[in-house]
């Protein structure tokens, strides 16, 4: 039996949630707190905070070591902490203005190898639907909580975060049945458009603040993302169209490079490097790729949340115990990642302390407790001397080795490896295919943001 059409917010009240009815938006700040699994929250899904200012944060020179001001977006206001509800709410949103999708008819898959899920657990029972997330088994502990908290269920595949092709196998499993309806955020467009339209827009609106405030040239040099559905990257062609000359950055783990090398491999830098090229992903539009270590990650977020690194870096670094204390409470695993990638950006670049590089923040270290734990048992507790030791070997000293430039010939190899995932496996043609090739084809996507908008305006009635 269908159950009533839940309706959220649209891509433009995502962007501006000053736009939203005034009644709705107090409702949803209220609930933030008081009842953060109520429906109202969809209204939270924004990188504003209560009072209408971006979340961000220009990090301290004495962290990144360069003169360029390394500017990063923080998702931990989001309704799940991490930016991807607003990919898994905007995917399930067209899905159900389209009328493939009706609560109560059909349930809910989202592949996943973390926080997409995650935000499907949130988004689907919210919006009223039956929810399964379909996630490798080696993901961390507090992810599988996470998704029972928010009233979903899981079912675990082998392998680790790069083990992309065994949750297509299962989806291509569940799918068999008519009322599973697998919402693919490699796929779904709708995720590019979030982020292309509401993070790239945010970006855009944070480096003119700076530029009032004193800081930057009001303009992105650089914004730099690593991949895991391609969403986030997505930001980097919005900013393009505003400020040409900015650098679309894209970033592997090391452990396994597919862009860089075609290379394969298990890694941990959880949420990105899955191992192919997604649909969504416009790596024609991608100006450089970097790989990135996941064990600097792991040990580079360790030393910004556990309180001896944090006691190193404002008694013997000198940075700001408030701004230690924030940075502590924004910061997840690939969050260094982009970090490390956005301080190689600006030292490849050679930018100068006129220049943003920008990136995002994805989670927090409130999903990664237990990964902190098993590095403590194998290599021990921190010390004054390790967080010295991090500090300057993965901080200070970010190397430039792993730099792959957009030339015509790497950018069509990057295109060409869609191929073998999406023709040979996910059943998209050669014409589709091609047709990405054009830059029309992009925008065309683009341009579907505002008609959406006035689609839902009318559906919700408001």
Known sequence: MSKPLVWGPTFDEMLHPEKIDPEIRKKALEARVKDPLSPINLFNITWKQDNGSPSYMVLPKELTGVDANIIVLYARDFPTGSHKVGATYSVTLEKQLLGEITPGEVSLVFPSTGNYGIGGAWVGPRMGYD?????????????????????????????????????????????????????????????????????????????????????????????????????????????????????????????????????????????????????IHNVLNMDCLMCIDDMECKLGLQLLTDPVGMDYLSGSVGISPGIVQEMSTIFGISGVCNVLGAIKTAKYYRLNSSHNVVTILTDTIDRYRSVMADLDRKFGRMTKETAAQRYYGIFKNVKLDYVQEGTRDTRDRWFNLKYYTWVEQQGKTVSELNAQRNPDWWLQEQAKVAEIDAQLKQARGF
């Not at 961390?140 to 269920?153: H, K, L, N, Q, T």
């Not at 900015?246 to 298990?266: F, R, S």
Request: hydrophobic content about 30%; overall charge neutral; some cysteine.
């Open 131 to 279: 929810t399964l997330v379909v996630l490798p088994e080696l993901m961390s502990r507090e992810r599988f909580e996470m998704i029972e908290r928010y009233g979903a269920r899981y079912i675990k595949t082998p392998g680790c975060e790069s083990s992309v092709k065994e949750i297509y196998d299962k989806c291509r499993e569940l799918s068999k049945d008519p009322s599973i309806k697998i919402l693919n955020q490699f796929q779904e467009m709708a995720n590019y458009r979030f982020h292309y339209y509401v993070t790239g827009n945010t970006v855009k609106e944070v480096v003119e603040d700076l530029k009032r405030k004193g800081t930057g040239n009001g303009r992105c040099a650089a914004f730099v993302s690593a991949m895991g559905s391609a969403g986030t990257i997505a930001a980097g062609d919005r900013l393009k169209q505003v400020f040409p000359e900015t650098k679309i950055v894209g970033l592997e783990p090391i452990q396994c490079p597919t862009l860089y090398c075609n290379g394969y491999g298990d890694h941990d830098i959880q949420g990105i490097g899955d191992k192919h090229v997604t649909w």
